[in-house]
């Protein structure tokens, strides 16, 4: 685990970013900043952690994951 996850200004404005949706913008800062990314970036996160962390039932985790997939942020 690491104290804390840095997002550069610039998160913002990447075209993809901007083109999400409110659920995916606070997905993408989730996984950036979550307490459960080790310091290479890797990390084990099951979709229930998701789901607990921010209020989410599970649908809706897997649903913004998927965009973020499509925009090839994340790797599964």
Not at 26 to 49: D, K, M
Not at 56 to 72: F, G, M, P, Y
Request: glycine letters at 6%.
């Amino acid at each position: 685990m690491r104290d804390y996850g840095k997002v550069y200004t610039r998160f913002w404005l990447k075209q993809n970013v901007l083109s999400w949706s409110d659920s995916a913008k606070l997905l993408g800062l989730y996984l950036l900043t979550c307490p459960h990314c080790n310091l290479l970036g890797c990390f084990r996160l099951p979709i229930g952690y998701v789901a607990s962390d921010l209020n989410w039932d599970e649908q809706q985790v897997a649903k913004t994951l998927r965009i973020l997939r499509t925009s090839q942020v994340i790797l599964v």
